[in-house]
């Protein structure tokens, strides 16, 4: 079965530091990957998202950026964090049909 | 783009009645409508989905509808329980491309024993 992991599980970073989070998906080959955030008591934003390796489309734009070095790896950056980072960011992934299964998240406060 | 809409925002009943969850969407191309619970720190879960060749789908206590022509889609609870508070959210998408989802706002539904 697959499996979709993201870490850290929680981060507390100062303002104007970078960032990097990482999520691997288990058990599947090829999938959609997407990043969205989520403010404290808010609906889902979505980032960024990826059909294969190296290939990103952003959908907001923002100082963040996404990579894909493997076809079941995907990364979120930050060169400098902004106190407007702080939240709930969350991987999912697709199969290649229209449904996607979150990871359990990535808990930011940016300080 | 797709818009989803997703009322009301809050929503309150007595364990035992049922809930209702109303979302529209704008986009007559989306074909694909999942439902998504999430309970307080935790992810998203998907609860059901339906696609756009089916009016209704049931699971135990939890049913979804849709109504392609006036593209609206619903999602009812029954019996609730307290274990069935939760943000519930609803999205479309349309199976093409990245197959994006498109989310409504969220519904916070309270369930008082």
């Known amino acids: 079965s697959q499996t979709i992991h993201q870490w850290p599980a929680t981060l507390v970073q100062p303002v104007g530091s970078p960032l990097s989070l990482e999520c691997t998906v288990e058990?599947?080959?090829?999938?959609?990957l997407y990043w969205y955030r989520q403010a404290a008591g808010r609906g889902l934003q979505l980032l960024f998202y990826?059909?294969?390796?190296?290939?990103i489309s952003s959908e907001v734009p923002q100082n963040l950026s996404a990579s894909r070095p493997q076809d079941r790896q995907f990364i979120l950056s930050s060169k400098k964090l902004l106190l407007s980072d702080s939240g709930f960011y969350l991987c999912?992934?697709?199969?290649?049909?229209?449904?996607?299964?979150f990871g359990p998240g990535t808990r930011l406060l940016v300080l | 783009g797709e818009n989803v809409e997703q009322h009301p925002s809050t929503l309150s009943v007595q364990e035992g009645d049922s809930a209702v969850i109303k979302c529209t969407y704008s986009?007559?191309?989306?074909?694909?409508f999942p439902w998504y619970k999430q309970e307080l720190g935790k992810r998203p879960q998907l609860i059901i989905d339906?696609?756009?060749?089916?009016g209704e789908k049931k699971d135990q206590r939890i049913a979804v509808t849709l109504n392609k022509t006036a593209k609206h889609f619903s999602l009812h609870i029954t019996e609730t329980q307290p274990e069935d508070s939760a943000v519930y959210f609803c999205a479309a998408s349309k199976s093409a491309g990245a197959n994006n989802l498109f989310f409504g706002t969220g519904t916070r539904l309270t369930v008082i024993p």
């Open positions: 986009d007559s191309a989306s074909n694909y």
């Open positions: 058990g599947t080959s090829n999938p959609n």
């Open positions: 999912a992934w697709g199969g290649g049909q229209e449904t996607q299964y």
């Open positions: 339906i696609r756009s060749n089916v």
């Open positions: 990826s059909v294969g390796i190296g290939q």
